[in-house]
């Protein structure tokens, strides 16, 4: 009997186990598929351009052709002049690194079905839309999970939903795959996740994960350093503060120096790359081309507002995710407290940056990398939202449902004239005139 007791409550467990899971799966492919469809849509026609027309996005690419293809990394495809015979990329290798397991198989395919081994391939682009798709329905995943930490799982889908169809991201996914932003977003979503399991008491791989995913955040962004405030924070915050945290990444210390190491690869690759071109471990490569941060012309007003890329003007479901967030800052919340604090250094930092608005590209896409951590907020918007009367709801549902095809039409009329010093508020209403109207 006793045999027979301890088999149900396996068979409950597993079941409970799957039940938990099967939004996670549902959601992975929700957001992959429509990525890697819409992606499809956009580029099958201009697949020649695929590489070329990338500009930024094939220096995140150009490592992976030049290290499996040409062997030659003194001149990439996309880099700036320093001599004669060297030239310094601005951007890191941290997306080749998550890019390499369909880089290998694209270049296996090409091989396979006689096309050139160039590393610019038709496969090579096809792998690099998967690519982003793949790792856009990890970090919706990543996103939910740690959104369902603070929440509760209706809120928590809501939530990556709404920001998946109300903002910049899924442009960055189809228009743009080969830029740095849904990487990040991977990343820091895992990143974070990882941080509260550590702070719970962690498994393994969530070690392993949070220590990788975090230096490879870093590399591939150096701004993205601010979000080790969310750990940090949390931990100190905790009934057993730092120390209990400290002590669960080392009850698992092979998995703790497994991480390390993997985190550690990359960065030693990368400063081998820049001792080889410069002669320095650590090398911007924008200091060569005189780009700098202006701490003294902050423009975060711009940054938030601005027609030219303005993160609330392209993306005012964030109206609602910030107002959230301050609320509960304002009730003492602690993770709302953090995200508020790491929100606020990255508009900052990105404000005095002499090209404050990041130059091409829809919307704010310097923020994108947050996504994951605003999830947070949205969610308990949404639970709260859900508590309320039906009429509270269906109205939500409407303003989310024009958000939503104002994104989605703000995304078909963009072009390069709306990151232009020309472009302006009247040209901006103009084209959401001609949304509204159905045109």
């Given at each position: 009997m006793k045999a027979k007791s301890r088999t149900l409550g396996a068979r409950r467990e597993r079941a409970r186990r799957a039940d938990r899971h099967l939004p996670e799966w549902l959601l992975f492919m929700l957001v992959s598929i429509l990525c890697l469809a819409g992606a499809w849509q956009l580029q099958a026609d201009r697949m020649a351009?695929?590489?070329?027309k990338a500009y930024d996005g094939l220096g995140y690419y150009q490592w992976l052709p030049a290290t499996f293809v040409t062997h030659d990394l003194n001149k990439m495809f996309w880099c700036h002049i320093i001599t004669a015979d060297k030239s310094i990329s601005l951007f890191t290798l941290g997306v080749a690194v998550l890019q390499l397991p369909f880089f290998l198989l694209s270049q296996w395919l090409g091989?396979?079905?006689?096309?050139?081994?160039?590393?610019f391939s038709t496969p090579n682009a096809v792998a690099m839309m998967v690519s982003v798709a793949v790792y856009a329905g990890a970090g919706a995943v990543f996103s939910f999970k740690l959104a369902r930490r603070f929440s509760s799982t209706p809120a928590a889908l809501l939530a990556?939903?709404?920001?998946?169809?109300?903002s910049n991201l899924y442009f960055f996914a189809t228009d743009s795959p080969l830029m740095s932003h849904v990487y990040s977003f991977f990343l820091i979503a895992l990143f974070a996740w990882c941080s509260v399991r550590i702070v719970d008491?962690?498994?393994?791989?969530?070690?392993?994960?949070?220590?990788?995913?975090?230096?490879l955040a870093v590399l591939i962004r150096q701004v993205n350093i601010v979000v080790f405030l969310f750990p940090l924070?949390?931990?100190?915050?905790?009934?057993?503060?730092?120390p209990e945290a400290w002590r669960n990444l080392l009850k698992n210390r092979t998995a703790f120096i497994t991480g390390l190491l993997l985190g550690v690869v990359p960065w030693v690759l990368q400063m081998m790359y820049w001792y080889h071109i410069t002669g320095h471990v650590y090398a911007?490569?924008?200091?060569?081309?005189?780009?700098?941060?202006?701490?003294?012309?902050?423009?975060?007003?711009?940054?938030l507002f601005s027609p030219i890329s303005g993160w609330f003007v392209y993306s005012p479901v964030f109206l609602i995710v910030v107002a959230t967030l301050i609320v509960h800052a304002w009730r003492n919340t602690r993770t709302a407290r953090a995200i508020l604090l790491i929100l606020v250094?990255?508009?900052?930092?990105?404000?005095?940056?002499?090209?404050?608005?990041?130059?091409?590209?829809?919307?704010y896409r310097g923020l994108i990398d947050l996504y994951g951590l605003l999830t947070i907020p949205f969610a308990w918007f949404f639970r709260s939202v859900l508590r309320r009367s039906i009429a509270l709801r269906v109205f939500t549902a409407l303003v989310l449902f024009a958000l939503v095809v104002l994104n989605f039409g703000m995304l078909r009329e963009y072009c390069f004239d709306w990151c232009k010093p020309t472009w302006d508020l009247p040209q901006l209403m103009e084209v959401v005139g001609r949304i509204a109207a159905g045109q």
């Open positions: 351009d695929f590489f070329p091989w396979l079905f006689g096309y050139g081994n160039t590393g990556v939903v709404g920001i998946f169809g109300c008491g962690p498994r393994g791989w969530h070690v392993v994960a949070w220590l990788f995913s975090g230096a924070l949390l931990a100190w915050g905790s009934p057993g503060g730092l911007n490569g924008y200091d060569y081309k005189d780009e700098h941060f202006q701490w003294d012309k902050m423009v975060p007003g711009l940054v250094l990255t508009v900052l930092i990105y404000s005095a940056w002499w090209c404050w608005w990041l130059g091409a590209g829809y919307g």
